[in-house]
């Protein structure tokens, strides 16, 4: 019968076959499936195996001290962080097209990692190393939606799948890709990794680059970073970080609205909170969570974050909408 156990056995000699001796990297996303994908391979090759973390100044708070922390903590592994905020925020730079920012966002990290391969094997002297082998993350329902699958559906090109540049220069290694969300969270349990990476609640490659909706500037990610922290911590305190299945908080940064606050007029931006429930997230509903919640959201993020003056809740399942605004 296909068991966790199976599976783990078969991609374990599946990525041996694949790799040989040379040597690997791993973009961690902080995600489960890059979290997962990892474990997998450092199982299969050892040391053969570095993992990369690049900081692209998309991510959301805290998050980047948590990979640095808990991943390494529970898998030993060799991890190379790089910062490249500056690098993202240039190259997206006047761009509002949500396709058009995957698109960058894909080929940027495509880009550190070829950096990164080059300097791993600088360092480990091993110039004949021609053949670099990246592994990412990729499951089957994002095969699926960027188009490459058995289905039709070209919805949005994933960064680990259709946002790849053409030149790339690696060979990919893919173990996940014929799995569900829920099997993957079960191989990472069975691999030994703790609950607290295993039921991660999704967050896409791209990160607040596609949660901003209009131009991704410093200004508006830190804005944004602000209301999803408290978005969060509000939900984590309501204890509904397993029933939701994630909680995208959106910023339309091209929208402004009126407001009052104390005796002013404001004119500010609204956050959208998008709590959906699902079991693989290709299709999903909105979760009906508890109306305090919801207001302790909106009264702490209208406080809290300057120049945001409304919260509204996304009402809509997947379809017809989906779970990220782009
Ligand atoms: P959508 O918005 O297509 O999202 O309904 C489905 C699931 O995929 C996540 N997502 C991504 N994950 N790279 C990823 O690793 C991406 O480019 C990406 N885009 C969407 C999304 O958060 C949801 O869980």
Not at 110 to 131: D, H, K, T
Not at 168 to 194: H, N, S, T, W, Y
Not at 208 to 231: M, P, S
Request: charged fraction near 25%.
């Amino acid at each position: 019968s296909w068991t966790m156990g199976n599976i783990i056995e078969e991609q374990v000699a599946a990525i041996r076959e694949q790799v040989g001796t040379k040597r690997a990297i791993c973009g961690l996303s902080g995600g489960v499936d890059s979290a997962v994908a990892a474990a997998l391979v450092q199982k299969a090759i050892g040391d053969q195996l570095t993992c990369v973390y690049v900081d692209h100044g998309l991510m959301r708070k805290g998050e980047s001290e948590q990979v640095e922390k808990d991943f390494v903590a529970a898998t030993g592994v060799q991890l190379k962080v790089v910062e490249a905020e500056e690098r993202f925020l240039n190259a997206l730079a006047g761009v509002s097209e949500p396709e058009q920012k995957r698109k960058i966002i894909g080929r940027e990290f495509i880009r550190v990692f070829e950096q990164a391969q080059a300097e791993l094997v600088a360092e480990a002297g091993a110039e004949g190393e021609e053949v670099a082998f990246l592994v990412q993350g990729t499951l089957y329902p994002d095969i699926v939606e960027s188009g490459g699958g058995t289905g039709t559906a070209n919805i949005k090109s994933h960064h680990n799948v259709g946002g790849l540049p053409d030149d790339i220069e690696f060979e990919l290694v893919e173990p996940l890709r014929q799995l569900f969300k829920d099997e993957v969270r079960m191989v990472g349990a069975e691999l030994g990794l703790p609950d607290e990476i295993v039921h991660r609640q999704p967050f896409p490659g791209p990160g607040l680059g596609i949660r901003i909706v209009g131009e991704v500037t410093k200004d508006r990610l830190d804005l944004l970073r602000e209301a999803d922290a408290i978005a969060r911590e509000e939900l984590t305190a309501a204890g509904l970080d397993r029933e939701i299945w994630q909680c995208p908080v959106v910023l339309l940064a091209d929208v402004r609205s009126v407001g009052v606050q104390g005796d002013g007029r404001t004119y500010g931006h609204p956050i959208v909170l998008r709590p959906v429930s699902s079991e693989d997230a290709m299709t999903a509903d909105w979760t009906r969570m508890p109306y305090e919640v919801l207001a302790r959201i909106s009264t702490r993020i209208t406080n809290e974050v300057p120049d945001v003056n409304r919260v509204v809740l996304d009402v809509t399942s997947k379809p017809p909408g989906t779970i990220e605004w782009e």
